[in-house]
């Protein structure tokens, strides 16, 4: 039976290197997919990961009915076997709903891939629909550290290395950014309740937080 799969995990996990590998795959075995993205590092009209891997996808705006959009491709003679869909937080919740419908309707496989929340530790519209939505949700194995070496869980917004909590929800930028421009960096929850990031925590030391004393 033909799924929505919803892959998450916080930024720099791997989300998009493994949709390129489902891709690459997929299409060895004579497969084609469609691909949809939107607002990707690489820019407009394109699905890349990290590690220097760039295929074409099909940008996704705020009006398109990716539905629509699909049933028009296979109605001029285009072929589909399957979906992908990358950076699926900035997805519109009906857009999601689109996506399932292709699924149940279309018969494809669906592979969304995303995080689940914002720099402020909020559900993205998409992705909360995603979970709604989706027949699985599988949690991507490799797991990204916070500057202190334990699991990152959380995804900081910075600017001048320093974390902020306030502006719109959608801010294109990157984990790799100079210290001077908006930035993302990932952070154990510890240390995003703190407001910690390794430029304003000095993280070259990388010693543990201690207690404080209060003498009696």
């Given at each position: 039976?033909?799924?929505?799969v919803?892959?998450?995990g916080?930024m720099?996990?791997g989300?998009?290197?493994?949709?390129?590998?489902?891709e690459?795959?997929?299409?060895?075995?004579?497969?084609?997919?469609?691909i949809?993205t939107?607002?990707d590092?690489?820019?407009?009209?394109?699905?890349?990961?990290?590690?220097?891997?760039?295929?074409?996808?099909?940008?996704?705006?705020?009006?398109?009915?990716?539905?629509?959009?699909?049933?028009?491709?296979?109605?001029?003679?285009g072929?589909?076997?399957?979906?992908?869909?990358?950076?699926?937080?900035?997805?519109a919740?009906?857009?999601?709903?689109?996506?399932?419908?292709?699924?149940?309707?279309l018969g494809?496989?669906?592979?969304?891939?995303?995080?689940?929340?914002?720099?402020?530790s909020?559900?993205f519209?998409?992705?909360?629909?995603?979970?709604?939505?989706?027949?699985?949700v599988?949690?991507?194995?490799?797991e990204?550290l916070?500057?202190?070496?334990?699991r990152?869980?959380?995804?900081?917004?910075?600017?001048?290395?320093?974390m902020?909590?306030e502006?719109?929800?959608v801010?294109?930028?990157?984990?790799?950014?100079?210290l001077?421009?908006v930035?993302?960096?990932?952070?154990?929850?510890?240390?995003?309740?703190?407001?910690?990031?390794?430029?304003?925590?000095h993280?070259?030391?990388l010693s543990?937080?201690?207690l404080?004393?209060?003498?009696g």
């Amino acid at each position: 039976m033909p799924e929505l799969v919803f892959f998450s995990g916080t930024m720099d996990c791997g989300k998009s290197t493994l949709a390129l590998q489902i891709e690459h795959n997929r299409s060895a075995r004579g497969l084609i997919g469609m691909i949809f993205t939107r607002n990707d590092r690489a820019g407009e009209g394109k699905l890349s990961s990290r590690l220097g891997l760039v295929t074409d996808a099909v940008e996704v705006e705020d009006g398109t009915d990716l539905y629509a959009y699909l049933v028009d491709h296979l109605s001029r003679g285009g072929r589909a076997d399957y979906v992908i869909a990358d950076e699926a937080q900035f997805l519109a919740p009906d857009q999601i709903d689109q996506l399932a419908r292709v699924v149940d309707d279309l018969g494809l496989d669906v592979y969304a891939f995303g995080i689940t929340t914002d720099f402020r530790s909020k559900l993205f519209p998409g992705s909360q629909r995603l979970v709604e939505l989706a027949d699985r949700v599988e949690v991507l194995q490799v797991e990204a550290l916070c500057w202190c070496g334990a699991r990152a869980t959380h995804n900081a917004r910075t600017v001048g290395g320093v974390m902020v909590v306030e502006g719109a929800q959608v801010v294109v930028g990157d984990v790799d950014q100079s210290l001077d421009e908006v930035g993302y960096e990932v952070l154990c929850r510890r240390h995003h309740r703190r407001r910690m990031t390794s430029a304003s925590a000095h993280a070259g030391t990388l010693s543990p937080d201690v207690l404080p004393i209060v003498s009696g």
